[in-house]
C-alpha cells in the first residue's frame, strides 16, 4: 500500500509540475479582426539603438520573455496593473524605438501534407489568405449534362436562366 501511494504521490507532483505557471490572456483586436496576447507587447529597437534604450525599456515591464537578435526586437510580459496603450505610446517617444505591437497570434495552416503542395506556393495561396473574404455572393458555373435539378439537396441551389460568361 505505501508504494501505490508513493507512485500516486510522485504522479500527482509531475502532473502539478507540468501545468503552466502562467495563463496566458488572449484578447480579439476587432479592427484588425486577430487575437492577441493580452499582457505582452513586442518592441522593435534600431539596429544602433544603444544599450541603455533596453534598460530604460525593461523599466516599464516586469519581465522581457524573448530576444529575438535577428529582428532586434523583445517580447515584452506586463505587469496586469500595466497599461499597454500608455506603455506602447511611451515607449514609442523613445529615440531608437522602431515599433511597439501588439503580439498578435498567428496560425499556420494545419494540412501536414502542405510541404508538398507545390501549386498552392505557385498561385501564392497562403498571401492570398490574408486577404477578407469577398462580401457578395460569388456563383460558380459547372457544365454537366447530368445533374438532377429536382434532387430535393440541389432544388434550392441551382441558378437557372442566368447569362453567363
Known sequence: MRVWLGVLGTILCACALAQPMRLTPIAYDAERDAYYVAD?????LEPNAPS???S???RW???SREWVE???ASVLCLDRATD????????????GVRYVERNYLVFACNDPMFSQQWGLTRIQATQAWGIAAPQHTV????IDTGVDANHPDLSQRIRRHSNGA
Open 139 to 142: 456563383y460558380l458555373a459547372i
Open 61 to 63: 515591464v516586469s519581465h
Open 84 to 95: 499597454a496603450e500608455s506603455l506602447r505610446d511611451l515607449l514609442l517617444a523613445l529615440p
Open 70 to 72: 535577428p529582428l532586434g
Open 56 to 58: 530604460e525599456v525593461m
Open 40 to 44: 505582452e507587447l513586442v518592441v522593435g
Open 52 to 54: 541603455a534604450l533596453a
